[in-house]
């Protein structure tokens, strides 16, 4: 049922190969601890030769299910299991192959609301891989799970938009290359839909007002890719830098989730994969107490947990991907908010036990499985925690219920009681 098309199995072979000849052997050059953490991080060498190579090969901008001069989209269900071998090695594959967020998401966003003019100036060039980009909604001092909190305001002054407020966590914004920020904001305080309040501005980095401030580490890693506190100061950018509508932010922002979700996702499974290889690798090769661990009954448990979660997560992710090309991303809302509880945990299970059977060696650079377990627990947050996803399942199947039981029986009346008094 989730067999990928001919074209998309030639692409997942050519992606294996390139990892296997490429991008794993460049991992030993290169390393996601910055010289500086309070600086922008320079691009590196290496990556800029994978760039090349990957283009060069076809493994370029393949996340992209919108047509653009150049691009032939690739369903979500034949770029899901390409995803999931780019995870195996984060950061540097998926941004070798320009399929890396938040530039994904955000080039997403351009595809389907921007103007010709929108686009030639900022999607042109994040498509050819010259520039990157940030996304800027969250906040500190508000529950920014829920985007009807933000406070950031975009107020018309003549012919531009005035931005005033403070983000925090903005993925990327130190890089060098970062050249947009895409910033969601306050437009309609007023309005009785409170989903109708919010719009989003395209603001050049170097516009003036746009102090990047203190980076933020993840549990106390300073990632390559880097986040980082902004304030926005009477920052001033045409009015022609809207993207969309006024008030649509909210609904965009919706849009640009769907898909990046199944990436995640798809990434995470990657990750536990190559997890699950380097316990077996190690278990194979290690003896305590006089016996190999691979015998150590628990350590069997472990593998076993793992390759049933595992094969478990990808279907249900694709699952997922299938209807969101078959019925549509709002049809496959509440999948999409199941694989974003479900994979994130599977696969922080699957890193904790591949780091206990490492032991100390699990806690240090000498394998990724701590910078993974650093990216797969951040995730269970990013995109939405975990509890909001939880809640909008069960709305959603409190809804099904009612269609399907209506009117709502109730006492021995009902045809789901067994018998009077269960």
């Known amino acids: 049922m989730f067999e990928p098309s001919p074209r998309g ?3 997942l072979a050519t992606t294996a190969q390139f990892l296997e000849e490429h991008v794993y052997p460049a991992e030993r050059r290169w390393s996601s601890e910055p010289e500086d953490p309070h600086g922008f991080r320079p691009q590196p060498a290496v990556l800029e030769d994978l760039k090349l190579h990957a283009r060069s090969i076809g493994l370029w901008n393949l996340f992209l299910p919108h047509p653009e001069p150049g691009h032939e989209p690739l369903t979500n269900l034949d770029y899901a299991p390409i995803a999931e071998l780019t995870g195996r090695s984060i950061p540097l594959a998926p941004e070798s192959m320009n399929c890396s967020a938040p530039d994904t998401g955000n080039m997403e966003l351009l595809s389907m609301f921007g103007t010709p003019e929108q686009k030639s100036r900022w999607l042109v060039p994040l498509l050819e891989g010259r520039i990157r980009s940030a996304y800027a909604m969250t906040e500190p001092d508000l529950a ?96 022609a830098n809207l993207l969309g509508d006024a008030g649509a932010g909210f609904a965009m922002a919706q849009a640009r989730l769907g898909p990046g979700r199944i990436h995640h996702c798809m990434r995470m499974i990657g990750m536990a994969e190559r997890a699950l290889e380097l316990m077996i690798d190690r278990v194979r090769s290690r003896s305590t107490f006089g016996r190999p661990l691979s015998e150590q009954g628990v350590v069997r448990e472990w593998i076993a947990d793992a390759r049933i979660e595992i094969d478990q997560a990808r279907l249900y992710t694709l699952y997922a991907a299938h209807l969101m090309d078959t019925v549509g991303n709002r049809a496959a809302a509440s999948q999409i908010s199941g694989i974003k509880v479900a994979v994130p945990n599977m696969t922080c299970r699957v890193l904790d ?8 060696a699990g806690l240090g650079p000498t394998t990724p499985l701590a910078r993974m377990y650093v990216e797969a627990r951040a995730v269970r947050i990013a995109d939405g925690p975990d509890e909001i996803h939880r809640r909008a399942m069960a709305r959603t199947e409190l809804r099904s219920f009612d269609r399907l039981v209506h009117p709502r029986p109730t006492g021995a009346q009902s045809h789901l009681l067994v018998k009077e008094g269960t």
């Open 9 to 11: 199995k030639q692409l």
């Open 144 to 239: 920014s799970s829920d985007a009807g909190n933000i406070q950031t305001a975009i107020t018309r002054d003549g012919d531009s938009w005035v931005v005033d407020g403070h983000k925090w966590w903005i993925t990327g914004i130190r890089r060098d290359r970062c050249e947009l920020l895409i910033v969601m904001g306050i437009t309609g305080a007023d309005a009785a839909d409170r989903h109708r309040r919010h719009s989003i501005v395209l603001v050049p980095r170097d516009t003036p007002g746009v102090e990047v401030r203190e980076d933020l580490s993840i549990l106390g890693n300073h990632t390559f890719e880097s986040h980082a506190v902004v304030s926005f100061e009477n920052v001033r950018v045409p009015a």
């Open 353 to 360: 036990r591949a780091m206990q059977v490492f032991g100390a």
